[in-house]
Structures are given as C-alpha cells and as structure tokens.
C-alpha cells in the first residue's frame, strides 16, 4: 500500500470537533468529582477551571488560567472532551493548556485579560479555540483569529440570560442584515462591523455564521437552555448554573434533555419539575457597568 | 434509485446538519428521529457523529434504544459514523456505556487519543472506487477486531475504520464532514437489497 499522509491539527479536524459537539450541553467544573457528574449526566464536554464565574464575580482578583495538575485530574475521570480557559491574549497560557492536551481551549473574558489590545492568534495552534462574541463583527474577528467555535458572551456568573439573548438576538439580525444586502454593500458592511471582508462574504453565501455558536453566560434553567436553542444557538454552555444550583446532577441532566429536546415543552416541564432551588444570581439591569463582564474583548 | 426513499437521522446530538445535507444532495428526504414513533415509515436510519456517552444516554431515557436495536435486528439499513460505529458495537472496551449492540465488533473509543491526535488523510476504500475517500478523523474510536460474518471495507495499521455487518454499516471516520457522498451512495444501496 502507498504511504498514506496524516494531518493533524488541520481546520477541517479542528472545526469537527465542534460539530461533534452541537446540540450538547458543556458544562462548568472545578474538580473531577463534579466532572464525572457532568458526564454521567450527559454533558457533552466539561469545562476545567478553578472557579466558576459566579465566584470569580463574587471573589474578584485576578482570574487566570486553571491549575494543570486540577486539569490533569480531570482529565483522568472523564472520557469525554476536556475544556480550559486561557485569559485573553495571553499566548502562554495556551500553550500550556496545548501541552497538557487539552482537547479546546476557550479564550475568555470571564478569566482577567492579559493583554487589552490583541487577541490570541488562535490559526497558530493544533487545539481548537472557541471565543465569546456579542455581535456579527466581534464574531468574525475571533474566527479570521482562528475560532472554530464562538459562543454568545452573555453575562456569566450572573444567571441571568437576558445578555445571551441580547448577544444571540443581535448575532442573528446582523447575519440577517448581510443576508439581504448586495454584494455591492459588503464591503462597506465589513468596514462598519470591523469584520473581514471574506468572512462577510463567506456569512452572506452561507446564511449563518461558518462555525458553529453556542449560547453561555447566565443560562440557570432547562427552559433558559432551550429558549436558547430556539434562538438559534447550535448547543449550550453552563457555568454557575448546574453546580451553585440545590441538585446539580438532577439539573445536569434535565438541561441535557431539554437542548436534545427543545422543541418538547411538555418533556422540558416534565424535566423541571422537582430541581430544587436554581442558583441564586443577579439581574444585569440592576449591574453598573463597571462590573459586567461581557464588555472584556476587543 | 432514490425516489420516494426516506432516511431518519438520529437527531438528539451532533453532526446532524451534514449528514441532512449529503442525504438531500443525493436528493433524498430525511426525517429527524428524535422519539421512536419517528422509525415510521423511514427505510433506512444514520447514527450520526457525537458523543457516544451523551447519545446512548438520551437514547436510553425515551425508549429509543430498544426500539432502534430492535428495528436493527430485523433489518432496517443503519449506517453508524464515529459515535454511531461505538453504539452499534457489542463489545466496547474499558466501558459499559449504553449501546445498540448489534455488531460483532469490538471497539476501542478515543482510540488514537485526545483531539491534538485527531486527523484527516486520503484513503483508499476499494469498495468506494478507485479515487481514495478523504477521511476525518474526530477523537476516532476503531474496530480492534470483528468475528465472523464482519466484513472489513477499510483496514489501517491493522485498525479496522470501515466495516458492514448485513444491513449495518459503520465508519471510524466522518464521511459527512466532506463534500464526498460515496459512503452514503454505497449506504444507500443496502435498502435496494431487501
């Protein structure tokens, strides 16, 4: 037989992974304990870090990158895809995370960033990056960087989802918005927006984003992570929202159900019936602006 | 050849979209099954690409499981790529996840390791035809070994990443994730068998 060539680390294998995980849910987890409840309740993928962000919010400090002996642990007790954050901008910390094995790497402005002006070259990595993104332009940056996977920023830590939607909503109508214009428009389109002009291009022949977008920050409830599905979102991060709730593998897996299912909504009350107290949160309008997280990301 | 054919795609989690559009650019209608009252009526069904433990799990809890192995064993065509080619497995190694166990394989998951080891390469698939099959590989499980009565389509270092069993057919590799319909055009032709 001839020589056969294998590539790794390739866009098509990145971009893969994340359409393995769609329709999934990812969940926030501090330890290997809480990991192993993740999967045994269906998630998808877990997200290793030290705190989850309503305690990052409450706490405050500086928030980086998780202990890798913490990640390493993590890995061990679980065979589905393991998750880390690295701070904005900060090259290291992904490549740490690279070499620990990571299977993706989330660039997050829940974490303190690093640097406040450029974001991490993400093409330059074999791991696949997912991004925060609150509109069509912030999106298309994070991808001609490399994403392969953008997700609504929302409000994390906050359990509440009106900044998702917000995020969602706004991603939706700026799509919808390059949709109907000429081709003629595009480029001042991508000029206004601050996105690359191919991309504009590529989001105009496709009709949506050409990655796939998750929903995060704020989702608390199996009815928040299917109103997001039904917005459009192709599957769902929670951070806070499973394990600061009363019954975290009860809620674990009512939301798994309830994204599979969104369309369902006499199997998603059936899901929520009996979950005990969500996590307490905050409601963004009553936030100042001085303590949101989403505004993090250039 | 395809009119008039209807294929069910498992949709609880995944690659549902691509295999949705490899089937329709063969022009050929898919319906989501999501409860098994959706088996009606299909001819033939794909386990598309995911995770096989959030899969087997949801499949599990609406009666799914049982009735798509049931469907299985009495003949209907179903075609398993990644995720699906570890559920259709009997034997999976190191795990007792849930499964449809209606293949003599036995399967190792993650088997080429951690996403950093995922790839993609030209292969050769002789019963595709003679230009070589672009394969994905996504934290791929393998067939370690198959019993008799397995047929082995593609073989690699020993691995085997393609393999039918009578009306199951199943990749290690993600043939939806290519512009390339072949592996579902030879899926296909199992429902003409009957």
């Known amino acids: ?298 | 050849m395809v009119s008039g054919m209807k294929v069910g795609i498992l949709a609880l989690q995944g690659a549902i979209r691509e295999h949705r559009k490899s089937l329709h650019r063969l022009g050929v209608e898919t319906v989501d099954v999501l409860n098994p009252q959706d088996l009606k009526g299909i001819n033939a069904l794909i386990l598309p690409g995911g995770e096989s433990t959030t899969t087997g799990k949801l499949m599990l809890r609406y009666g799914l499981l049982e009735a798509i192995a049931r469907a299985g064993s009495q003949g209907l065509p179903i075609l398993g790529t990644c995720t699906g080619l570890i559920l259709l497995s009997k034997h999976i190694n190191h795990s007792n996840q849930h499964r449809l166990g209606l293949m003599d394989t036995y399967v190792e998951r993650n088997a080429f390791g951690r996403q950093l080891e995922s790839f993609e390469a030209e292969m050769p698939v002789p019963v595709l035809g003679e230009k070589p099959f672009h394969t994905v590989f996504i934290r791929a499980p393998y067939i370690e070994k198959a019993d008799e009565g397995v047929e082995v389509l593609l073989r690699y270092q020993g691995k085997i990443l393609f393999a039918k069993q009578d009306n199951l057919l199943a990749t290690a590799f993600h043939p939806e994730l290519t512009d390339d319909t072949r592996v579902h055009e030879y899926f296909l032709q199992l429902i003409n068998q009957d």
Not at chain 1, 20 to 34: A, C, S
Not at chain 1, 201 to 221: C, D, H, I, S, Y
Not at chain 1, 231 to 258: H, T, Y
């Open chain 1, 1 to 298: 037989m001839k020589e056969i060539k294998i590539e790794t680390g390739t866009v098509a294998v990145k971009r893969g992974l994340a359409e393995m995980l769609k329709g999934g849910v990812i969940m926030d987890v501090v330890n290997p304990e809480q990991a192993k409840i993740a999967e045994e309740a269906g998630a998808v993928a877990v997200m290793a870090l030290e705190r989850v962000p309503s305690d990052i919010r409450a706490q405050g400090g500086v928030a980086r990158m998780s202990d890798p002996e913490m990640i390493i642990g993590i890995q061990q007790a679980v065979s589905i895809p393991v998750m880390a954050k690295a701070r904005i901008g900060h090259i290291l910390e992904a490549r740490l995370l690279e070499a620990l094995g990571i299977d993706f790497i989330d660039e997050s402005e829940v974490l303190t960033p690093a640097d406040d002006v450029y974001h991490i070259l993400k093409s330059d990595f074999k791991v696949p990056f997912v991004c925060g993104a609150r509109n069509l332009g912030e999106a298309l940056r994070r991808i001609g960087e490399g994403a392969v996977m953008i997700r609504t920023k929302g409000e994390a830590g906050t359990g509440d989802i009106v900044e998702a939607v917000r995020h969602i909503r706004r991603v939706n109508e700026d799509i919808r918005r390059v949709v109907s214009a000429t081709y003629m428009e595009l480029m001042s389109i991508a000029k206004e927006i601050g996105a690359p002009y191919e991309l504009v291009l590529q989001v105009k022949e496709l009709g949506r984003l050409p990655v796939v977008n998750f929903a995060a920050g704020g989702v608390a409830t199996p009815a928040d992570a299917a109103l997001m599905m039904e917005l459009g979102c192709d599957g769902v991060f929670v951070g806070s929202g499973i394990f600061k709730s009363d019954n975290p593998a009860k809620r674990a897996k009512a939301i798994v159900e309830a994204v599979a299912h969104y369309k369902d909504a006499a199997l998603i009350a059936e899901v929520s019936k009996g979950l005990g107290k969500s996590m307490p949160g905050q409601s963004v309008a009553r936030m100042e602006d001085k303590d949101k997280i989403a505004g993090r990301g250039w």
